[in-house]
């Protein structure tokens, strides 16, 4: 490893997945603006859209997007106003 190039500031920090609540910590240098109490000590919070705990890949709950069916659904709409816009 090269010396001088990586941050000495490493601390304990909370990182939350907001939509199922899991929290854990791990050491990072991330600057935040919130604090989270856990077991009575107070940790920097960093909130995170998704994670290991609800992401489908790790989870095995896949949720399939028609998006042919959305495809087709916006032609069928706008079909007469596109044909318009061609003459």
Known sequence: MKKGIHPESYRLVAFRDMSNGHTFLTRSTVQT??????DGVEYPLVKLE?????????????????????????MSRYKTHMDQRKK
């Open 50 to 74: 998704i994670s290991n705990t609800s992401h489908p890949f790790y989870t095995g709950k896949v949720k399939l997007v028609d998006t042919a069916g959305r495809v087709d659904k916006f």
């Open 33 to 38: 603006r919130e604090n989270v109490e856990i």
